[in-house]
């Protein structure tokens, strides 16, 4: 056994860790085939109790009992368990708690802000395929936040989300078509992605699509497109 890929278990037999993740797949799924110990909880396990427990705050903050910039004693003590527990449960490949790590840090929220620690935690997500975290990624591009400004590599995430359906990824890949922000300037290539943002109800892409429409950049000019897409980004409900 490779001895930098062994996971050591609290009764100190060690084990492949894909193993670890295999035994709770088989009939020992909870504890371990030498000694019958219990196992540590799996990613999954950590990722929702922290979550669970950072909720609780969560709420108690959005009713006004506290702030995040003056989080009472127990709060923050709860707080720092929870970013405890989302590290170990990141560390380990959770998806979800990479994401939360990146928008507590981004935010502020019960930690001292970071874009860079964010940017971190945010790419691993990105890099798994999170669409959430690679639109927020892209921002901290933009922004130059924890990370070199770049619209080039904003537009990379951009597109990444979009593609799966991310409706503010597509609406800021429209504009920076628009403005050729890190990419060649380009009406057409706006108005598609105005579109697809527009189709989904996004209502700044609905009026963006109605000025093209309008001024007949990128596609025909058409004031009858443009008053329906005027027409549906005022409707509201």
Known sequence: MNVASATALPCT???????????????VSEVCPLCRTPLPPGPEKVFEEATRCF????KRV?????????????MQQDVDADVSGWQTAA??????????????????????????????????????????????????YVHG???????????????????????ESQFNLGTNFERGRGVPQSYKEAAR??????????REAQFSLAVLYCE??????????????????????
């Open 13 to 27: 037999h060690a084990f492949h860790g894909d193993c670890v993740a295999q035994l709770r797949n088989i009939g």
């Open 62 to 74: 959005e009713r006004g009992e506290a702030s995040w910039s003056a989080l009472p004693p127990a």
């Open 145 to 167: 936040r924890g990370v070199p400004q770049s619209y080039k590599i904003a537009v990379q995430w951009y597109k990444k989300a979009a593609v799966q359906g991310f409706v």
């Open 193 to 202: 992605w105005f579109r697809m943002a527009a189709d989904q109800g996004n």
């Open 91 to 140: 560390t380990s490949g959770d998806v979800g708690a990479q994401y939360n790590l990146g928008q507590l840090f981004d935010s502020g929220q019960g930690v001292v802000q970071d874009y860079a620690e964010a940017a971190k935690w945010y790419t691993m997500a990105a890099e798994d395929g999170f669409a959430d975290a690679q639109h927020k990624l892209g921002i901290l």
């Open 216 to 237: 007949g950049r990128g596609v025909t000019q058409s004031k009858k497109e443009a008053a329906r897409w005027y027409k549906k980004q005022l409707t509201r409900g």
């Open 55 to 58: 909720m609780v705050v969560f």
